[in-house]
């Protein structure tokens, strides 16, 4: 039994992870960086540890200051949250060394899923279908130029160690290859620490629906259903909401079926997302799998009635999923809108200042996760997520309407401050998206 | 990293770049528009001195006495102010520093090797002022202040600069690194912190003589918690 978490994390996330602890009676610790000393999370936890100054790397990233955080708080788990440690397989090997229960997959399970090259292959043994690409990494430009030509162009030449839509590079045609295929190994060195890379078609139109899994210790797995994240800016999704709308069972249900297989497959334990592109044809293919809780999980709770963070810590403490997949009964609609201090007028740069003003939604079915308060000042070391606005409703159109009341209830205002939520309050009314029509490239082409 | 005298003199040091000296004309000091803070990791000189003026305007503004003295610089980095007091004498407690657990004030490690992390809490590390720093002093502490209640003696703190448990000695049983009174040079070792079985040093950044040990042997720190006071001689022409 777990007692006492250590939230190795920041922000609304670090928050939302202490209040279902609270709701389990386990006893929170909070591990925050002095530009953090002031946070939602730091208040709310039962104990905190300065673990560092702002910049992540000697804080949120620094491994002996969170486990020693841990011990000398008598913590015997850590929650890494999302993003951070949260999918290192050595700080999980680390905890798992000092007796410390780390609440995500295990250690090994985590680094061959990391390795998107090795997760293509355990996911294709499994019956998964895969986007035509190099079998594992491509470590010579020629061999992979040659496989792109195999593959047909477009292609999209992808980090092994990626992820966060970071180290990707589109190429159109053959005379692009060389140069791309060269810049992404540098990108991929220098951000991920490793530059093996790999090459799949690139679909120009398609879709990113992801589907929640949950698995416990003792070889049951389920899926919570499909989200749509199609709604993206440079790979970061702005809009989530589950059901994919528009998408009809019999394309859905296979899609979750194959999701749980590879959960199975790859000894998953915990919560995970499988990623699928789906083409307009309805076909879909497998990308990645995410070992982590994602940002938007809240769609899935919503519609669910589950509470994901309890689901990974009884996981964690041995315990087995306490339903079926038959139990599971998702209903209605929620979405989620991501408000970042970001200028969509300045290509989404960070717009950090303080919050002179600040009031979120309320009302029926709204649930607002942020760590964000009056006068709260945005520190310019992390990333810019402020608040996560997510409603629920019977059906899609009543989840727009909901959606639109609740952004225009919040405020988010001070100097220097710019926040997403105008751009999505606009995205809301685009026709496309009302017919859930969306696709990957549709901001990108509402920008452009 | 705060710095408190015993006549009432708040000093935040913090690290910089190399830099030559810098004209200083705090009498007025303006407070810097949000957003500008120092919260951004910058480096640049004309930053530096922004927020130095604007950590000497709020530690001045909550004092609760007149400000007598600002003195602002950059080539050494650091931010003093001289408050009157009705005596003229060092208010209780005049050496005051409370455990970072204990009031989350910031004690950015002073000349780590890190400046750009350790430099932007600084404008936020300022104590609002002797009137609100002097409870958590020890008497110990002031019988010390007293002794040395010189304008030209500076309490300095030496913060932990990782997680850990200190040590006041190099094994159990054995003679402590530095006990009160004893007289410190630069970079010589005055505890340990161990993390993650590691023994990492923990060394007195400036000479002096070590004023109070506050952290009890074998006892969990965090990161930036007051582990020890110098009382550091500064020489005039250095301080004006």
């Known amino acids: 039994m777990i007692k006492k978490v250590l939230i190795a994390n920041r922000g609304e996330i670090a928050l939302r992870i202490a209040r279902s602890c609270r709701e389990l009676g386990i006893a ?24 560092g100054p702002g910049p992540s790397r000697e804080s949120y990233l620094n491994m002996p200051a969170v486990i020693e955080a841990a011990r000398i708080r008598g913590a015997d788990a850590i929650h890494p949250g999302y993003g951070f440690l949260s999918e290192n397989p050595d700080f999980a090997e680390i905890c798992a060394a000092e007796d410390l229960t780390f ?27 895969l986007l035509p690409g190099s079998r594992g990494t491509a470590d010579q430009p020629e061999a992979a130029a040659v496989t792109a030509a195999e593959i047909g162009y477009p292609v999209i030449i992808k980090a092994a160690a990626g992820g966060g839509g970071r180290g990707m590079s589109v190429v159109h045609d053959p005379d692009g290859f060389d140069r791309a295929y060269r810049h992404t190994r540098a990108t991929a060195q ?130 087995p999923l306490g339903f079926t997949q038959a139990d599971v009964d998702a209903r209605g609609v929620s979405i989620e809108c991501r408000i970042n201090a970001e200028n969509p007028r300045r290509d989404f740069a960070p717009a950090p200042g303080t919050l002179t003003d600040f009031a979120v939604p309320a009302g029926p079915f709204v649930r607002v996760d942020t760590h964000a308060t009056p006068g709260y000042r945005i520190p310019a070391y992390y990333d810019s997520l402020l608040a996560k606005v997510v409603v629920w409703a019977p059906d899609r159109p009543r989840a727009l309407a909901r959606m639109r009341r609740a952004l225009d209830e919040l405020r988010a205002e001070g100097p220097g401050v710019v926040t997403t939520t105008e751009f999505l309050r606009g995205l809301l009314d685009h026709p496309r998206f009302v017919a859930a029509e969306h696709d990957t490239v549709l901001i990108e082409n509402l920008m452009s | ?111 780590a090797a890190r400046p750009s992390a350790a430099f932007p809490s600084a404008p936020a590390s300022l104590p609002a002022g002797p009137g609100t720093a002097g409870p958590t002093g020890s008497a110990g502490s002031a019988g010390s202040a007293a002794q040395n209640g010189s304008d030209d003696a500076l309490a300095f703190v030496v913060p932990a600069h990782t997680v850990g448990v200190f040590y006041h000695a190099p094994e159990p049983g054995a003679d402590p690194f530095v006990r009160a009174g004893d007289t410190v040079v630069p970079g010589q070792q005055v505890g340990i912190i161990e993390a993650m079985k590691l023994m990492i040093p923990v060394e007195a950044e400036r000479g002096g003589r070590v004023r109070e040990i506050l952290v009890a042997d074998a006892t969990p720190v965090e990161y930036g918690q007051p582990l020890l006071t110098l009382d550091v001689d500064v020489p005039h022409g250095d301080s004006r």
């Open chain 1, 190 to 319: 220098a951000v991920f620490g490793d530059g093996r890379l790999y090459v799949e078609r690139y679909l120009a139109s398609a879709r990113h629906v992801e589907v929640q899994v949950l698995a416990d210790a003792h070889g049951t797995a389920v899926h919570l259903g499909a989200r749509d994240c199609s709604l993206q800016r440079r790979h970061q999704k702005l809009v989530e909401e589950t059901p994919a709308p528009g998408l009809p069972p019999e394309i859905v249900e296979p899609l979750c079926a194959a999701a749980v297989r590879g959960t199975l497959a790859s000894g998953y334990v915990g919560a995970g997302t499988f990623e699928f592109l789906v083409d307009p044809q309805g076909r879909y293919y497998f990308m990645e799998v995410n070992c982590r809780l994602q940002v938007e999980h809240p769609v899935t709770e919503m519609v669910t009635g589950l509470d994901l963070v309890a689901e990974q810590i009884r996981i964690a403490a041995g315990e």
């Open chain 1, 28 to 51: 929170t610790v909070a591990a925050y960086s002095t530009a953090d000393r002031d946070s939602a999370v730091v208040a709310f936890a039962d104990e905190s540890v300065q673990i």
């Open chain 1, 103 to 129: 609440i995500g997959p295990p250690p090994d399970v985590m680094a061959r899923l990391g390795d998107k090259a090795v997760a293509r292959r355990i996911m294709a043994e499994a019956g998964l279908p």
């Open chain 2, 1 to 111: 990293m705060t710095i408190t005298t015993a006549n009432g003199t708040s000093t935040t040091p913090a690290p910089a770049p190399t830099s030559p000296t810098a004209p200083a004309s705090p009498t007025a000091p303006r407070p810097a528009p949000a957003g500008q803070d120092g919260e951004h990791g910058q480096s640049g000189l004309g930053e530096v001195l922004a927020v130095l003026r604007l950590a000497a305007q709020e530690a001045g503004a909550g004092g609760a006495r007149p400000v007598s003295r600002v003195r602002v610089s950059a080539g050494d980095l650091a931010v003093e102010i001289d408050w009157t007091t009705p005596d003229g004498s060092a208010g209780p407690g005049g050496s005051a520093h409370a455990p970072a657990a204990a009031d989350r004030r910031d004690v950015s490690p002073h000349g």
